[in-house]
């Protein structure tokens, strides 16, 4: 399952040890903008905001919630290509839910990444 992780921290701050549990309760995972990660990992939203609780403090602001999506439609923004290389890896791996048959899917080989979908930007 994908999750959208949220902080705000209070004062500004390094956040090694938050970054440590992100990784250890995680299959995989990806910063997309400032303080917001995609997690995919087997844990429900509840659990992992209860774990990566125990690395901030009371002064800082923490959300965790399932990113379910029906379709690529669900999503859109403006991000690195990279980072939409692996939404759309982790989507068609079945981590998100939605799309029953992915078999038109491609390994592009690492030659030329997919194209983007509408309503994903490329920043680059």
């Keep these: 399952m994908i999750h959208i992780v949220t902080l705000e921290?209070?004062?500004i701050r390094p956040m090694p040890d938050f970054i440590k549990a992100i990784r250890?309760?995680?299959d995989s995972w990806r910063?997309?903008?400032d303080n917001?990660?995609?997690v995919d990992t087997e844990y429900d939203a509840k659990f992992l905001a209860k774990i990566l609780r125990s690395y901030i403090t009371d002064d800082d602001s923490l959300f965790v919630v399932r990113a379910y999506v029906d379709s690529r439609d669900d999503y859109g923004g403006f991000l690195k290509r990279d980072t939409w290389q692996?939404?759309?890896e982790t989507y068609d791996h079945g981590r998100f839910d939605g799309e029953a048959d992915h078999s038109g899917s491609q390994d592009h080989g690492g030659l030329s990444p997919a194209p983007l979908s509408i309503g994903e930007v490329d920043r680059g």
């Design 86 to 88: 692996w939404i759309r």
């Design 36 to 38: 917001v990660w995609l």
């Design 24 to 26: 250890r309760y995680s």
């Design 9 to 11: 921290r209070s004062p």
């Design 31 to 33: 910063k997309i903008i």
